[in-house]
């Protein structure tokens, strides 16, 4: 599976921006994406994931983003979409998305086998 993460910037505080995640290659066997971002000097950390099946679709945030952060797919367009509003200055980051094929928790990116190349947001103060 081959990510391709989109849609980043700059932005100022109170703002909102949306990135997009697209899956190329053998998109079938995913089952969850994520977004993790990487703030300088930081280590990686979950922000947002979403896991479906034929039925169901679930989507899980990290407390941090909770209520400002939203994770959505369009499965016609194998993308995966976060659109972040009240954007703050702590949320500049380098964000990542990630696809996942096997079992395991949605918030530890060793259970995501695929990884896009980074996308950077900067909220400005």
């Known amino acids: 599976v081959q990510l391709q993460a989109s849609g980043g910037g700059l932005m100022q505080a109170g703002g909102s921006l949306r990135v997009s995640c697209v899956a190329s290659?053998?998109?079938?066997?995913?089952?969850?994406m994520g977004w993790f971002r990487q703030a300088p000097g930081m280590e990686r950390e979950f922000v947002a994931a979403?896991?479906?099946?034929?039925?169901?679709?679930?989507?899980d945030y990290a407390d941090s983003v909770k209520g400002r952060f939203t994770i959505s797919r369009d499965k016609a367009k194998n993308t995966v979409y976060l659109q972040m509003n009240s954007l703050q200055p702590e949320d500049t980051a380098v964000y990542y998305c990630?696809?996942?094929?096997?079992?395991?928790?949605?918030?530890?990116?060793?259970?995501?086998?695929?990884w896009g190349q980074g996308t950077q947001v900067t909220v400005s103060s």
């Open positions: 290659g053998r998109t079938s066997s995913v089952y969850r």
């Open positions: 990630a696809a996942q094929t096997s079992g395991g928790s949605y918030f530890r990116e060793r259970n995501f086998g695929s």
């Open positions: 979403i896991t479906w099946n034929w039925s169901d679709i679930r989507t």
